[in-house]
């Protein structure tokens, strides 16, 4: 390989150079084999050692030829850097470990007369003695010159620059079940931002965050700001959108809850929906994406760390299956949501606190305070399908019942492989609204409430982990609901419980949890508020049922 193969190569005055990021690593002694220091900050630490030896060498420091030489040796799992008393396979520790899974890239290029070069962009955690780390960004480059021409050292550096970028391609997970996929390389993307979500500070976060770390990464973009609602609704729905390998949404879960619908509406729908979606926070929840970071193993963040922390799951390029959930209302309408449904208190925090959005986060920290103070009370009737067998076993059926399309009976389900094509997915565990719930569901003798809530993601918002158990495709809605009778104090207990999780072990009576696969709830009046993927919807009787693996998501695990 040009002078680029496990053999030790001698090198010419040089080391390397870090451009930008974080602090050196200290030497860790020879005896002690302890991890990488940029492995901090996630909850489970990186596997020991590097691996085998796959390249070696002795190279120069950035463009500079009077810097003193560096060992490197690429092992599968990282970059091993040692200075000038360090030699490649020496039984001392590297001066420094660059993790590949932290890599987003790396390029070769010509240096000054006839040296070349290759660099990495690596974003590993670093972070204060206390509270979370962040990634950070950290940029290495390696000088060349080893031959007497230029050709042959920039086919060394592109040698090497070749194999950081795909053993940087991250694993796919073998496990049964489940798809996961990974992005090309080089990769297009439409990114669909709101400027005008949350604080109203997404274009210029993703000028100055998003679109360096992509570049880096190989990822082009083709921008599309909305300028009116339904805007990226209606674009996705129309758009010939075989030109990009994924959709990005800069903006809350408002916005990627119009893309999901307006792709559910294309003829296409179910090829469309195997592009994998991108969430990067830029509202004032962000919750989707709060619950992407949790899923990846990181420690809670928010603001611009959660948005590193998302663009950089983005440019690693993992995808996997996420479920839906199927709403249909009394009215005709059928919704697709990836996040919750709402009505009553948590609602109206979500739709109270509009006025506040340019506070950002902090809207629903006064918004809560606020409907604490006139807390109300909900009647209606709330039914549902136990997700486990043992809560409610479904009888035999001589006749199934009708699937619902559109909130109107529908026709009886064709075999498996003859559903017209395009037609959307059917509601096989729901009967229509104006008939009453098949009789091996659980219907609650409670008709007052404080609030329901059926989500599917871990958490309702940044701060907020209402579901610790949820996944992306659990196959399951978490259904929560809050029955009349509690006490102010003990409903701010449990949400300040929530920001860690433990709401649950509260055991508040009034609180009450049971995973479930439909729901069906009837309000006696229309006073109040609903809400889909915080979005507000009018106050009518609804139900739901869940749809496993209906879309793809850019995961980092």
Same mark, same amino acid.
């Given at each position: @390989?040009?002078?680029?193969?496990?053999?030790?190569?001698?090198?010419?005055? =040089?080391?390397?150079?870090?451009?930008?990021?974080?602090?050196?690593?200290?030497?860790?002694?020879?005896?002690?084999?302890?991890?990488?220091?940029?492995?901090?900050?996630?909850?489970?630490?990186?596997?020991?050692?590097?691996?085998? +030896?796959?390249?070696?060498?002795?190279?120069?420091?950035?463009?500079?030829?009077?810097a003193a030489s560096c060992s490197l040796v690429l092992t599968p799992r990282e970059l091993q850097?040692?200075?000038?008393?360090?030699? %490649?396979?020496?039984?001392?520790?590297?001066?420094?470990?660059?993790?590949?899974?932290? %890599?987003?890239?790396?390029?070769?290029?010509?240096?000054?007369?006839?040296?070349? %070069?290759?660099?990495?962009?690596?974003?590993?955690?670093?972070?204060?003695?206390?509270?979370?780390?962040?990634?950070?960004?950290?940029?290495?480059?390696?000088?060349?010159?080893?031959?007497?021409?230029?050709?042959?050292?920039?086919?060394?550096?592109?040698?090497?620059?070749?194999?950081?970028?795909?053993?940087?391609?991250?694993?796919?997970?073998?496990?049964?079940?489940?798809? &996961?996929?990974?992005?090309?390389?080089?990769?297009?993307?439409?990114?669909?931002?709101?400027? #005008?979500?949350?604080?109203?500070?997404?274009?210029?976060?993703? #000028?100055? +965050?998003?679109?360096?770390?992509?570049?880096?990464?190989?990822?082009?973009?083709?921008?599309?700001?909305?300028?009116?609602?339904?805007?990226?609704?209606?674009?996705?729905?129309?758009?010939?959108?075989?030109?990009?390998?994924?959709?990005?949404? @800069?903006?809350?879960?408002?916005?990627?809850?119009?893309?999901?619908?307006?792709?559910?509406?294309?003829?296409?729908?179910?090829?469309?929906?195997?592009?994998?979606?991108?969430?990067?926070?830029?509202?004032?929840?962000?919750?989707?994406?709060?619950?992407?970071?949790?899923?990846?193993?990181?420690?809670? +963040?928010? !603001?611009?760390?959660?948005?590193?922390?998302?663009?950089?799951?983005?440019?690693?390029?993992?995808?996997?299956?996420?479920?839906?959930?199927?709403?249909?209302?009394?009215?005709?309408?059928?919704?697709?949501?990836?996040?919750?449904?709402?009505?009553?208190?948590?609602?109206?925090?979500?739709?109270?606190?509009?006025?506040?959005?340019?506070?950002?986060?902090?809207?629903?920290?006064?918004?809560?305070?606020?409907?604490?103070?006139?807390?109300?009370?909900?009647?209606?009737?709330?039914?549902?399908?136990?997700?486990?067998? =043992?809560?409610?076993?479904?009888?035999?059926?001589?006749?199934?019942?009708?699937?619902?399309?559109?909130?109107?009976?529908?026709?009886?389900?064709?075999?498996?492989?003859?559903?017209?094509?395009?037609?959307?997915?059917?509601d096989s565990l729901l009967v229509p609204l104006c008939q009453p719930v098949p009789a091996h569901?659980?219907?609650?003798?409670?008709?007052?409430? *404080?609030?329901? &809530?059926?989500?599917?993601?871990?958490?309702?918002?940044?701060?907020?982990? @209402?579901?610790?158990?949820?996944?992306?495709?659990?196959?399951?809605?978490?259904?929560?609901?809050l029955k009349a009778g509690i006490s102010r104090v003990a409903l701010l207990r449990i949400f300040?419980?929530?920001? !860690?999780?433990?709401?649950?072990?509260?055991?508040?009576?009034?609180?009450? &949890? +049971?995973?479930?696969?439909?729901?069906?709830?009837?309000?006696?009046?229309?006073?109040?508020?609903?809400?889909?993927?915080?979005?507000?919807?009018?106050?009518?009787?609804?139900?739901?049922? *869940?749809?496993?693996?209906?879309?793809?998501?850019?995961?980092?695990?």
């Amino acid at each position: @390989m040009n002078g680029a193969g496990p053999a030790a190569i001698a090198g010419r005055r =040089g080391g390397c150079q870090q451009r930008s990021g974080g602090r050196r690593s200290p030497v860790r002694p020879a005896p002690v084999p302890v991890p990488p220091p940029m492995a901090a900050g996630r909850r489970a630490p990186p596997e020991p050692g590097g691996g085998p +030896v796959l390249l070696q060498g002795i190279f120069g420091a950035g463009p500079t030829p009077d810097a003193a030489s560096c060992s490197l040796v690429l092992t599968p799992r990282e970059l091993q850097v040692r200075g000038p008393g360090g030699a %490649c396979g020496g039984s001392a520790g590297p001066d420094a470990a660059l993790r590949l899974a932290d %890599c987003v890239g790396s390029t070769a290029f010509p240096g000054p007369a006839v040296a070349a %070069c290759f660099s990495l962009v690596c974003y590993p955690f670093r972070g204060p003695r206390w509270g979370p780390p962040a990634r950070q960004r950290l940029e290495r480059t390696f000088r060349v010159c080893l031959c007497p021409d230029a050709e042959g050292n920039l086919r060394i550096a592109q040698a090497w620059s070749r194999r950081i970028r795909e053993l940087s391609v991250p694993a796919v997970p073998e496990q049964d079940g489940d798809s &996961y996929g990974v992005l090309p390389r080089p990769c297009r993307a439409l990114v669909l931002l709101n400027p #005008q979500s949350g604080a109203g500070r997404a274009l210029e976060d993703f #000028q100055a +965050v998003v679109q360096p770390m992509l570049a880096e990464a190989e990822i082009a973009t083709t921008v599309f700001i909305t300028e009116r609602p339904h805007h990226a609704h209606e674009k996705v729905r129309d758009e010939d959108l075989s030109q990009w390998d994924t959709l990005v949404i @800069m903006s809350g879960d408002g916005l990627l809850y119009e893309v999901v619908n307006g792709l559910m509406e294309r003829p296409d729908w179910e090829d469309t929906m195997k592009k994998p979606l991108c969430i990067l926070p830029g509202g004032s929840g962000n919750a989707l994406a709060a619950s992407i970071n949790h899923y990846a193993g990181n420690d809670h +963040v928010a !603001k611009k760390k959660l948005l590193m922390n998302c663009t950089f799951i983005l440019c690693k390029g993992l995808h996997t299956q996420m479920d839906l959930v199927s709403l249909s209302t009394a009215s005709g309408r059928r919704l697709f949501s990836f996040l919750g449904f709402g009505w009553g208190f948590i609602s109206d925090v979500d739709i109270d606190s509009e006025k506040y959005r340019r506070l950002g986060n902090a809207r629903f920290t006064l918004g809560t305070l606020q409907c604490l103070a006139k807390l109300r009370v909900y009647q209606g009737r709330l039914s549902y399908l136990p997700a486990s067998p =043992g809560q409610g076993t479904p009888p035999p059926l001589r006749d199934p019942p009708a699937p619902v399309t559109n909130g109107q009976p529908g026709h009886a389900l064709p075999p498996a492989g003859t559903e017209a094509t395009g037609a959307l997915p059917a509601d096989s565990l729901l009967v229509p609204l104006c008939q009453p719930v098949p009789a091996h569901w659980t219907v609650v003798p409670e008709e007052e409430f *404080v609030t329901v &809530y059926a989500i599917y993601q871990s958490h309702l918002g940044t701060n907020l982990l @209402m579901a610790p158990a949820a996944g992306l495709h659990d196959g399951c809605i978490h259904l929560f609901y809050l029955k009349a009778g509690i006490s102010r104090v003990a409903l701010l207990r449990i949400f300040l419980a929530m920001a !860690k999780g433990t709401h649950l072990d509260l055991n508040c009576p009034h609180l009450c &949890y +049971v995973p479930v696969r439909a729901f069906r709830l009837e309000p006696r009046t229309a006073a109040g508020v609903m809400t889909v993927d915080g979005e507000a919807l009018p106050c009518e009787p609804i139900q739901g049922q *869940v749809h496993g693996r209906l879309c793809r998501v850019l995961s980092g695990s």
